[in-house]
C-alpha cells in the first residue's frame, strides 16, 4: 500500500475559471442591471400624456432628453420615465393638471454608486476568486511528486507494514544475504535485548552485486518481515538541476524517517549520489552531487539508530563509491548479492514456478544445471517464458521441454523463422558445430555436450553447442582453461580441415578464445614469463568486469605475443583431434545436417559407435 502519495481526485483548474465567468456574467447582466436601474418604469410619450391628463402625475421633471415623473400605480407611487418630445404645450398641460415640476430627477441613480455596482463589486470578485484558484493551484503543485514548488521533498515512495508484503520465504537462492538480514529485523522486532547487552544495530547495510539479483527484493523482504514503514528512493532522484536541492531532499528524507521510526530507509543505485569525490572540475569538486553526497554522510552521523531506523542501499559499483560513505557508523556493513549456485538456482525456480502450471516431469535440477550463471531475473525470465511457449502451442502446463526452450531463448534469442540457410552454408554451419562439440568430448575436464543445433537464432548466431556442467564448478585449471579454448577454436579447425576455408562465423569464438587467453596472462598468473604479477585491473567487477592495462608499451607487446602463440597452440590441438577422428567428423556433421537439431545423449552414442554402424 503506497501512503502520502495517493491524493483525493481534484477538478481540473478550468472548471474554477468556467465557474469564475458564469458568475461575473451572471452579476453584470442579471442582478446589477436591475439595481442601477431600481423600480424606474420606461414608458411611452402618449402614456405620460394619458396619465397627466388623468391626474396619475404628481411630480415631474425634464432632464435632456427623458421626462422622469411619479405617477400613481394600483394605489402605490412609481417611478416612470418616457422621451421628452418636441412639446411646446407640455408645461402648460403639467400646470392645468396640477404637476409639481422639479429641477432633478427624483431618485436617480447616483454615478458612484452605480460604478460602485458595475465594476468595483465584479472586480473584487474576481480578485478573491483568483486568490482562492492561486492557493489551491499552489498547494496541489506542493503536494504533487516533482511538482513546482516541490523543492526539497524526498519523493520517497512509502509503504506502510504489511502482513501479506514480500516475506524471505519469496526470496531463494540468497541465504547468506538473508542471514545477514535477518539480524536487522530481529533488532527492529526486540531492540531491549540489543540495549541490554549494549549492542547497537549497524546504521547502514549495503547490499552489493551484479543486477538481476535481487538486492531490491531482498530490501523489501526486510521490510516486509520488521512490519515496519519502508521508504524506497532510487539515487538519481535526489540529482536536481538545481544546486542545494538534491541536500534538501537528504534532510526531508530523514526527518520523514525520524518521524515514522522504526522503519526502513532504502536507496537504490547509491553510486548515483555516492560516487568518490576527486575535486576534479571548473567548480572545484564543489557540484551539485558532491553536496548531496556531503548532506547524506551528514544525515547518517546525526540520526539516532537508537530509534530503529535503518539504512539499506544497493549498488552493483561498490569500487566507485567515496571511502566515507563505507566507514564504521554509516554503511557498517556490506551484504554481497551475488549469483547463485546450483542450489539457489534450483530454489529460484522453483519460487517462481508456483505462479504457473508445470508438469509433474519437469525437473528443476537438470534446468537449474543448464542455466549456469543465470541471474534471479534471468531465472524468472526463464520461467515466465516456458509458460508463453506452453500457451502458444495450446497446452495449460508447461513442460521440461519448455523450461529447455526458453533457457535458449534466453542465452541465444528466438527461433529465427524466416532466415533459411543455402544447403552449402547449412553444411558449413553443421561441421562447424560439430567440431565444437568433438574437440570438447575429446578432452578430459570437459563439460559434456547437451545440446547442438544448427537453427539460426534471433542473436545472429547461426547455430550453437550447449555444454552443461555436471557439478558447480568454482576453480579452474590451466589444463580446464586452455580446453576451453582448444573447445572454442574447433568451429574454425573444422572449416579449415574439411572446406579449405574459413568463415565469419567464427567471429564470437575468437572473441572468447582470446578474452581467456589475455585473462590467463595478465590476472591469473598462468605464465612462466611474467610468473605472478598482473598485467590487467578488473573494474566494475559486477558489470562485464572490464579490465584496464597496468603495464609499459614493452610489456604489452610481450603480452599480445603470449595471447597470440596460447590460442594458436591450441587451434593446432583442435586441428589434430578432428584429424585423428575425421570420420566420426564426417558421420556427426551428416547426421546434424540432417535432423537440425541433436541432444547430447545421441552425440555421444553416435561418437561411442564404431564407425559404419549408424543406420
Given at each position: 500500500m503506497n501512503l502520502g502519495n495517493k491524493k483525493p481526485g481534484k477538478r481540473p483548474l478550468y472548471v474554477y475559471y468556467i465557474i469564475a465567468a458564469v458568475v461575473i456574467f451572471l452579476l453584470n447582466f442579471l442582478v446589477l442591471p436591475s439595481i442601477q436601474?431600481?423600480?424606474?418604469?420606461?414608458?411611452?410619450?402618449?402614456?405620460?400624456?394619458?396619465?397627466?391628463?388623468?391626474?396619475?402625475v404628481s411630480e415631474a421633471t425634464v432632464d435632456g432628453d427623458y421626462i422622469y415623473y411619479q405617477a400613481s400605480q394600483d394605489g402605490r407611487e412609481v417611478?416612470?420615465?418616457?422621451?421628452?418630445?418636441?412639446d411646446?404645450?407640455?408645461?402648460?398641460?403639467?400646470?392645468?393638471?396640477?404637476?409639481?415640476?422639479?429641477?432633478?430627477?427624483?431618485?436617480?441613480?447616483?454615478?458612484?454608486?452605480?460604478?460602485?455596482?458595475?465594476?468595483?463589486?465584479?472586480?473584487?470578485?474576481?480578485?478573491?476568486?483568483?486568490?482562492?484558484?492561486?492557493?489551491?493551484?499552489?498547494?496541489?503543485?506542493?503536494?504533487?511528486?516533482?511538482?513546482?514548488?516541490?523543492?526539497?521533498?524526498?519523493n520517497a515512495k512509502v509503504y506502510v507494514?504489511?502482513?501479506?508484503?514480500?516475506?524471505?520465504?519469496?526470496?531463494?537462492?540468497?541465504?547468506?544475504?538473508?542471514?545477514?538480514?535477518?539480524?536487522?529485523?530481529?533488532?527492529?522486532?526486540?531492540?531491549h535485548k540489543y540495549a541490554e547487552i549494549g549492542a547497537?544495530?549497524?546504521?547502514?547495510?549495503?547490499?552489493?552485486?551484479?543486477?538481476?539479483?535481487?538486492?531490491?527484493?531482498?530490501?523489501?523482504a526486510v521490510a516486509g518481515e520488521a512490519e515496519v514503514p519502508f521508504f524506497s528512493i532510487s539515487g538519481s532522484e535526489f540529482v536536481e538541476m538545481f544546486v542545494g536541492m538534491g541536500a534538501a531532499k537528504v534532510r526531508d528524507l530523514f526527518k520523514q524517517a525520524n518521524d515514522k521510526a522504526p522503519c526502513i530507509v532504502f536507496i537504490d543505485e547509491i553510486d548515483t549520489i555516492g560516487k568518490k569525490r576527486d575535486g576534479a572540475g571548473f567548480t572545484g569538486g564543489n557540484d551539485e552531487r558532491e553536496q548531496t553526497l556531503n548532506q547524506l554522510l551528514t544525515e547518517m552521523d546525526g540520526f539516532d539508530g537508537s530509534k530503529g531506523v535503518v539504512i539499506l542501499a544497493a549498488t552493483n559499483r561498490p569500487d566507485s563509491l567515496d571511502p566515507a560513505l563505507l566507514r564504521p557508523g554509516r554503511f557498517d556493513r556490506r551484504?554481497?548479492?551475488?549469483?547463485?549456485?546450483?542450489?539457489?538456482?534450483?530454489?529460484?525456480?522453483?519460487?517462481?514456478?508456483?505462479?504457473?502450471?508445470?508438469?509433474?516431469?519437469?525437473?528443476?535440477?537438470?534446468?537449474?544445471?543448464?542455466?549456469?550463471?543465470?541471474?534471479?531475473?534471468?531465472?524468472?525470465?526463464?520461467?515466465?517464458?516456458?509458460?508463453?511457449?506452453?500457451?502458444r502451442d495450446g497446452r495449460k502446463f508447461a513442460t521440461q521441454a519448455d523450461f529447455e526452450e526458453s533457457i535458449e531463448v534466453v542465452i541465444a534469442g528466438y527461433q529465427k523463422k524466416n532466415r533459411v540457410l543455402s544447403n552449402k552454408e547449412k553444411l558449413i554451419v553443421s561441421y562447424h558445430e560439430i567440431g565444437h562439440a568433438l574437440v570438447a568430448a575429446k578432452q578430459t575436464d570437459s563439460a559434456p555436450v547437451h545440446k547442438i543445433t544448427i537453427i539460426p537464432r534471433t542473436s545472429g548466431a547461426l547455430g550453437y553447442t550447449m555444454q552443461v556442467d555436471?557439478?558447480?564448478?568454482?576453480?579452474?585449471?590451466?589444463?580446464?582453461?586452455?580446453?576451453?579454448?582448444?573447445?572454442?577454436?574447433?568451429?574454425?579447425?573444422?572449416?579449415?580441415?574439411?572446406?579449405?576455408?574459413?568463415?565469419?562465423?567464427?567471429?564470437?569464438?575468437?572473441?572468447?578464445?582470446?578474452?581467456?587467453?589475455?585473462?590467463?596472462?595478465?590476472?591469473?598468473?598462468?605464465?612462466?614469463?611474467?610468473?605472478?604479477?598482473?598485467?590487467?585491473?578488473?573494474?566494475?567487477?559486477?558489470?562485464?568486469?572490464?579490465?584496464?592495462?597496468?603495464?609499459?608499451?614493452?610489456?604489452?607487446?610481450?603480452?599480445?605475443?603470449?595471447?597470440?602463440?596460447?590460442?594458436?597452440?591450441?587451434?593446432?590441438k583442435a586441428l589434430k583431434i578432428l584429424q585423428d577422428n575425421i570420420g566420426k567428423l564426417h558421420e556427426l556433421a551428416k547426421y546434424l545436417y540432417e535432423h537440425e537439431t541433436i541432444t547430447g545423449e545421441e552425440f555421444m552414442r553416435i561418437l561411442e559407435t564404431p564407425e559404419g554402424e549408424i543406420g
Open positions: 436601474e431600481g423600480s424606474i418604469i420606461t414608458t411611452d410619450y402618449s402614456t405620460f400624456l394619458s396619465n397627466v391628463e388623468r391626474g396619475n417611478q416612470c420615465k418616457t422621451v421628452a418630445m418636441d411646446p404645450n407640455l408645461v402648460e398641460r403639467l400646470r392645468q393638471a396640477g404637476v409639481k415640476m422639479s429641477e432633478t430627477a427624483p431618485e436617480r441613480q447616483s454615478i458612484i454608486l452605480t460604478l460602485i455596482l458595475s465594476y468595483l463589486i465584479p472586480i473584487a470578485i474576481f480578485i478573491l476568486l483568483g486568490r482562492w484558484l492561486s492557493k489551491k493551484m499552489m498547494s496541489s503543485m506542493g503536494d504533487a511528486p516533482g511538482g513546482m514548488m516541490s523543492f526539497g521533498k524526498s507494514k504489511s502482513t501479506s508484503g514480500i516475506k524471505f520465504s519469496d526470496v531463494a537462492g540468497e541465504d547468506e544475504a538473508k542471514e545477514l538480514l535477518t539480524e536487522i529485523v530481529d533488532y527492529l522486532h526486540n531492540p547497537s544495530m549497524p546504521k547502514g547495510a549495503l547490499l552489493v552485486g551484479p543486477p538481476g539479483t535481487g538486492k531490491t527484493l531482498l530490501a523489501k551484504i554481497p548479492v551475488e549469483l547463485p549456485d546450483l542450489q539457489g538456482r534450483e530454489e529460484i525456480l522453483k519460487v517462481h514456478a508456483k505462479k504457473i502450471k508445470i508438469a509433474d516431469s519437469v525437473r528443476f535440477d537438470e534446468i537449474a544445471k543448464a542455466a549456469a550463471g543465470a541471474s534471479g531475473a534471468e531465472l524468472a525470465n526463464i520461467v515466465n517464458e516456458a509458460a508463453l511457449r506452453a500457451v555436471e557439478k558447480e564448478h568454482f576453480l579452474m585449471s590451466k589444463e580446464e582453461l586452455e580446453n576451453k579454448i582448444a573447445t572454442f577454436t574447433g568451429g574454425r579447425a573444422a572449416e579449415e580441415l574439411i572446406f579449405h576455408t574459413i568463415t565469419t562465423g567464427a567471429s564470437n569464438d575468437i572473441e572468447q578464445a582470446t578474452k581467456i587467453a589475455r585473462a590467463m596472462i595478465s590476472r591469473y598468473g598462468m605464465s612462466d614469463e611474467f610468473d605472478m604479477v598482473a598485467m590487467e585491473n578488473v573494474t566494475n567487477q559486477y558489470l562485464g568486469g572490464d579490465a584496464s592495462l597496468a603495464c609499459s608499451f614493452e610489456t604489452q607487446t610481450i603480452l599480445d605475443k603470449k595471447v597470440v602463440d596460447l590460442v594458436s597452440t591450441q587451434h593446432q
